[in-house]
Protein backbone atom coordinates (compact mmCIF):
# COMPACT_ATOMS: atom_id res chain seq x y z
CA UNK A 1 0.00 0.00 0.00
CA UNK A 2 1.22 3.47 -1.00
CA UNK A 3 0.79 5.88 1.43
CA UNK A 4 -0.04 9.34 1.18
CA UNK A 5 2.07 12.21 1.70
CA UNK A 6 1.93 14.36 4.92
CA UNK A 7 1.64 18.11 4.91
CA UNK A 8 1.55 19.95 8.35
CA UNK A 9 -0.38 22.89 9.28
CA UNK A 10 -0.79 25.27 12.43
CA UNK A 11 -3.72 26.71 13.27
CA UNK A 12 -4.21 29.44 16.06
CA UNK A 13 -6.86 30.30 18.73
CA UNK A 14 -6.91 33.53 19.59
CA UNK A 15 -9.29 35.30 22.22
CA UNK A 16 -10.65 38.40 23.17
CA UNK A 17 -10.63 39.68 26.59
CA UNK A 18 -14.86 38.12 26.59
CA UNK A 19 -13.60 34.92 25.49
CA UNK A 20 -14.86 35.28 22.26
CA UNK A 21 -12.59 33.26 19.63
CA UNK A 22 -11.47 34.88 16.19
CA UNK A 23 -12.36 32.92 13.05
CA UNK A 24 -12.23 33.64 9.44
CA UNK A 25 -14.09 32.94 6.42
CA UNK A 26 -12.25 31.36 3.70
CA UNK A 27 -12.44 32.13 0.26
CA UNK A 28 -14.82 30.94 -2.54
CA UNK A 29 -11.46 29.66 -4.62
CA UNK A 30 -9.94 27.47 -1.77
CA UNK A 31 -9.49 24.27 -3.26
CA UNK A 32 -10.79 22.61 0.42
CA UNK A 33 -13.64 23.71 2.11
CA UNK A 34 -14.65 27.10 0.26
CA UNK A 35 -16.68 29.20 2.32
CA UNK A 36 -16.18 27.46 5.58
CA UNK A 37 -15.44 29.46 8.43
CA UNK A 38 -12.48 28.31 10.05
CA UNK A 39 -9.06 29.30 12.17
CA UNK A 40 -5.98 31.36 11.11
CA UNK A 41 -3.97 28.62 9.75
CA UNK A 42 -0.74 28.20 7.24
CA UNK A 43 0.84 25.30 6.09
CA UNK A 44 4.25 24.75 7.62
CA UNK A 45 7.16 26.12 5.02
CA UNK A 46 10.45 24.09 4.96
CA UNK A 47 12.77 25.18 7.86
CA UNK A 48 9.95 26.67 9.64
CA UNK A 49 9.39 26.41 13.35
CA UNK A 50 5.22 26.37 14.76
CA UNK A 51 6.54 29.96 16.55
CA UNK A 52 7.62 30.84 13.04
CA UNK A 53 4.26 29.64 11.06
CA UNK A 54 2.16 31.85 14.27
CA UNK A 55 4.26 34.66 13.58
CA UNK A 56 3.49 34.10 9.24
CA UNK A 57 0.00 33.65 10.23
CA UNK A 58 -0.54 37.45 12.13
CA UNK A 59 1.57 39.09 9.80
CA UNK A 60 0.35 38.23 6.14
CA UNK A 61 -3.11 36.66 7.78
CA UNK A 62 -4.54 39.51 10.10
CA UNK A 63 -2.07 41.92 9.89
CA UNK A 64 -1.11 42.09 13.33
CA UNK A 65 1.93 40.89 15.56
CA UNK A 66 0.95 37.10 17.42
CA UNK A 67 2.93 35.05 19.63
CA UNK A 68 2.79 31.35 20.58
CA UNK A 69 1.61 29.85 23.65
CA UNK A 70 0.46 26.55 24.03
CA UNK A 71 -0.11 23.62 21.62
CA UNK A 72 -3.76 22.90 22.91
CA UNK A 73 -4.59 19.74 19.92
CA UNK A 74 -3.40 17.83 17.02
CA UNK A 75 -4.58 15.34 14.92
CA UNK A 76 -5.38 14.14 11.16
CA UNK A 77 -7.49 14.42 8.37
CA UNK A 78 -7.78 13.18 4.78
CA UNK A 79 -7.57 15.58 2.15
CA UNK A 80 -7.59 13.81 -0.78
CA UNK A 81 -3.47 13.59 -2.27
CA UNK A 82 -2.50 14.20 1.32
CA UNK A 83 -2.83 13.64 5.05
CA UNK A 84 -3.40 17.00 7.19
CA UNK A 85 -1.58 17.05 10.60
CA UNK A 86 -2.62 20.54 11.74
CA UNK A 87 -0.91 21.20 15.11
CA UNK A 88 -3.77 23.97 17.08
CA UNK A 89 -2.29 26.60 19.45
CA UNK A 90 -3.35 29.39 21.29
CA UNK A 91 -1.89 32.34 20.38
CA UNK A 92 -1.66 35.83 22.36
CA UNK A 93 -2.10 39.24 20.31
CA UNK A 94 1.23 41.47 20.78
CA UNK A 95 0.18 44.78 18.38
CA UNK A 96 -2.51 45.71 16.27
CA UNK A 97 -6.05 45.25 15.35
CA UNK A 98 -7.12 41.78 13.53
CA UNK A 99 -8.38 41.93 10.30
CA UNK A 100 -8.84 39.52 7.74
CA UNK A 101 -7.53 39.87 4.04
CA UNK A 102 -9.08 38.71 1.67
CA UNK A 103 -9.61 39.57 -2.22
CA UNK A 104 -13.19 38.61 -2.32
CA UNK A 105 -14.78 41.29 -0.03
Do not use: C
Amino acid sequence: MVSKPVRHAVSVVIQNSSNQTLFALRSPQATSYPLVWSLPSYFIAENETHGETVKRIGKNKLGVELEIDELLNEGTSDRGDFTLFMHDYSATLKEGQPRIFSDFY
